[in-house]
């Protein structure tokens, strides 16, 4: 299934049922008086989040939904039926702008959260409606009301635990491979990734999801290469993973040109916890890992982990180390969630 983090849609929801005009007919009642009944409600167009899906791919396809116009009033005092209502299926983490892209609507974070996008016109009055008993037979209804057109953007935002980042070729995809059942495409050339990747990792019967976004590169923010498009993946994430490959003859500035690329996107992202690991050292000569982990360490404030995806060197340490930062950063929620609102005091 191809990936796909954003789509345009057209929604209108459905017209309300015009009201009828009619009259009693029976034998023996000359003036049966007004029996139309009222139009029904139009459907109304909601959204969902559900299990099960990790792309907006379905929405390439298909762009334009309307919900169904509601049923007409009849005679004998018969309402329409309300029109069916047109339920958009999305993955959780998905966020509903409005047409201009840019104002939120509203941001999907659970399975099973609904919004409503556009509600259906409501049915017109039946003649009925209208008898009074100075207008004993009025001949006149009112029609449905319009539903209403919307053009939305959705934004999916995949949520995850722990996020992988680093330059292109700094082993993401493979580590991910390795502590996942994930399979993402591995090459030795750069931006093999061109899409995230998500995989559920265990240690010490524990599981959590790890994200994987293609690699950054300077400039990444303004557009280079992919450029910053998969960045917003690991704004929800608790704990970054920045792997810096061994083979790079500056890891210093490897690691920085990264840091750079988070700082100036934004949203908080260059504030996130950080782990900090040399990859792929089954490849550096023997003589240079002690020198290049102790520039890392300084550029960094933080001591890194030695990793192999290929033998298996520090992959455990790492997984526990995320395990250790989710954990402290769920008890902080919750830690805050606890405490009560400073604004609300029982001296009043």
């Not at 690699?215 to 929800?236: K, M, S, W, Y």
Request: one cysteine or more; charged letters at 25%.
């Amino acid at each position: 299934m191809k990936f796909l983090d954003q789509a345009k849609i057209y929604t209108r929801s459905g017209d309300g049922g015009a009201g009828s005009i009619s009259f009693h007919r029976a034998k023996f009642q000359e003036f049966g008086g007004p029996d139309g009944g009222n139009g029904g409600k139009g459907g109304d167009v909601w959204i969902e989040a559900v299990e099960g899906l990790n792309t907006l791919i379905d929405y390439r396809y298909q762009q334009h939904y309307k919900a169904e116009t509601g049923m007409h009033g009849m005679g004998k005092n018969r309402d329409g039926r309300k029109g069916k209502d047109v339920v958009l299926k999305v993955p959780v983490g998905t966020q509903i702008y409005q047409e201009d892209n840019e104002t939120l609507m509203a941001d999907l974070t659970e399975v099973g959260q609904r919004c409503l996008l556009s509600r259906g016109g409501n049915g017109g009055f039946g003649n009925a409606h209208f008898k009074t008993s100075t207008n004993q037979a009025p001949r006149h209804a009112n029609p449905g009301q319009e539903g209403i057109e919307r053009t939305i953007w959705l934004r999916l935002k995949l949520i995850a635990d722990a996020g992988l980042t680093g330059l292109p070729n700094a082993g993401k995809s493979t580590f991910l491979a390795t502590v996942t059942r994930a399979r993402p495409k591995i090459a030795d050339y750069p931006f093999t990734t061109l899409h995230p990747n998500l995989g559920v990792a265990k240690v010490d019967d524990r599981e959590f999801v790890i994200a994987d976004i293609p690699g950054l590169i300077e400039g990444a923010h303004e557009g280079a290469g992919i450029g910053d498009r998969f960045l917003g993946h690991v704004e929800r994430t608790r704990v970054l993973l920045h792997l810096v490959s061994g083979l790079n003859d500056d890891v210093a500035e490897a690691y920085r040109t990264v840091r750079a690329e988070m700082e100036a996107y934004g949203h908080d992202l260059g504030e996130k916890p950080e782990i900090v690991a040399l990859s792929q050292m089954d490849v550096v000569p023997e003589g240079e890992r002690v020198e290049k982990l102790e520039s890392l360490a300084a550029v960094s404030g933080k001591k890194p982990i030695a990793l192999s995806s290929a033998t298996g060197e520090g992959v455990q340490e790492a997984l526990r180390a995320l395990r250790r930062a989710i954990d402290t950063s769920v008890s902080e929620e919750e830690r805050a969630a606890a405490e009560p609102d400073p604004r609300w005091s029982l001296d009043g």
